[in-house]
T-cell receptor
């Protein structure tokens, strides 16, 4: 199945700083999702972005499908941005499933 | 809020017991999938249901089974619980022709 690698695995930021999270995948995909998992465990949809760039407030994402990577940008980080960020792509062997990376654990300090 | 609801939110079972977890999908969504998330890991696909039939399964043993009902809600059943089954179980709903998934808050299972 398709492999998903996220970097960095851990990140500590001071409030107000910017960051870039990366997601590499091993095969071509027809969709990609970014999620934020809050401390209570819920996965919150951030972006559904098979290709191109999208922005939502302080967050934006870019997927370059031909080069098999996606980037999540967080600007002017806030403490509420803390949590784990996952990217996920369809599993080529089971087209209905999403394959998740191991996530980037982000801590934003005051 | 995604509109996907799961119950119970937390439960504790002992090894060998059976558990049933429930999920109500987002309004209008006809596909439900289940994921297991162990501590410190990303979610792993268990199976997916569409029109009350399983139409995709991950690498999980047969003691993990499920149902989907006519109203698109779903159950995950796990028999003969093992300690390694302790995890967060996440339900997601989607439209069959659209790959975007929306997750519930999860059911956290502890097996003692």
């Amino acid at each position: 199945g398709i492999q998903v690698e996220q970097s960095p695995p851990d990140l500590i930021l001071q409030e107000g700083a910017n960051s870039t999270l990366r997601c590499n995948f091993s095969d071509s995909v027809n969709n990609l999702q970014w999620f934020h998992q809050n401390p209570w465990g819920q996965l919150i949809n951030l972006f559904y972005i098979p290709s191109g760039t999208k922005q939502n407030g302080r967050l934006s994402a870019t997927t370059v499908a031909t080069e098999r990577y996606s980037l999540l940008y967080i600007s002017s980080s806030q403490t509420t941005d803390s949590g784990v960020y996952f990217c996920a792509v369809p599993n080529s062997n089971s087209g209905y499933a999403l394959n998740f990376g191991k996530g980037t654990s982000l801590l934003v300090t005051p | 809020e995604t509109g996907v609801t799961q119950s119970p939110t937390h439960l504790i079972k002992t090894r060998g017991q059976q558990v049933t977890l429930r999920c109500s999908s987002q309004s209008g969504h006809n596909t439900v999938s289940w994921y297991q998330q162990a501590l410190g890991q990303g979610p792993q696909f268990i199976f997916q249901y569409y029109r009350e039939e399983e139409n995709g399964r991950g690498n999980f043993p047969p003691r993990f089974s499920g149902l989907q009902f006519p109203n698109y809600s779903s159950e995950l059943n796990v028999n003969a619980l093992e300690l390694d089954d302790s995890a967060l179980y996440l339900c997601a709903s989607s439209l069959a022709d659209d790959g975007e998934l929306f997750f519930g808050e999860g059911s956290r299972l502890t097996v003692l």
